[in-house]
Every structure is written in structure tokens, then in C-alpha cells.
């Protein structure tokens, strides 16, 4: 116990004491945060609207959601095939339907269905 009081007599006292996890945030925290020229932007665009270029994984993936089939190609290759300005809903719908196989000879039933969440 004297080892303990010894230790808090030498710290400083503080001011402040720190926040809880109750407590609310500092005022200066939420100016620090509105000022950052990230909180005026606009949202991101979902990852199928966004050109190759723009979009930060190596690795591209578009499933089908009428067979599960699911379609990876890398971004390099892409890039190198279709351009850095193709836009991925484009790229990844012709990937899918280059080699779909439910092909029933009728134009609105053909083709597949991608899911971009992966």
C-alpha cells in the first residue's frame, strides 16, 4: 500500500479526469472530426459503378446468383483487357455471360445474375 501511494504522489495531478465510456465525447473531438475534408464528401460509390482504376483489391469477384458459379479475375488483368476505365458492372456482367450455360434460347430468360457483395 505504501508502494502504491509513493507511485500516486509522484504522477501529476490532472486537470481533466479521462472520459468514460458513459461519459460524452469532448467537444474538441467532434470539431476534429467535421474538419476533416472526409466527413464533406460524398459516399462511395458502390464497387460494381466504379472504373477499374478506381478500385483498391487485387482480386475481382462477381457471382451468379442463378447457378453460383463465381467468376475471379485480377485486377491487373482487367486492366489489361478491357482497359482502366471500363466500369466493373460492365466487365464482370460480360465474364458471366461469356460463360453462362443457362442458355434457353430466349432472350429474357437468358444469361446470368450477378451478386457483387463478394
Given amino acids: 500500500m505504501e508502494k502504491l501511494a509513493r507511485e500516486a504522489a509522484r504522477q501529476p495531478d490532472r486537470e481533466k479526469p479521462e472520459p ?5 465525447l469532448p467537444d474538441e473531438l467532434w470539431d476534429a472530426v467535421l474538419a476533416d475534408p472526409r466527413a464533406a464528401g460524398r459516399p462511395p ?5 466504379c472504373c477499374l482504376s478506381e478500385i483498391p ?5 462477381v457471382e451468379c446468383m442463378r447457378c453460383f458459379r463465381i467468376i475471379e479475375i485480377q485486377k ?3 486492366v489489361k483487357y478491357y482497359g482502366p476505365h ?3 458492372k460492365d466487365v464482370g456482367q460480360r465474364l458471366l455471360d ?3 450455360s443457362n442458355r ?3 432472350h ?5 445474375w450477378p451478386d457483387w457483395r463478394g
Fill in 20 to 24: 468514460g465510456p458513459g461519459d460524452p
Fill in 45 to 49: 460509390l458502390p464497387v460494381q459503378q
Fill in 57 to 61: 483489391r487485387h482480386v475481382l469477384r
Fill in 76 to 78: 491487373a488483368d482487367a
Fill in 86 to 88: 471500363a466500369v466493373w
Fill in 98 to 100: 461469356q460463360t453462362c
Fill in 104 to 106: 434457353t434460347g430466349r
Fill in 108 to 112: 429474357e430468360e437468358d444469361g446470368c
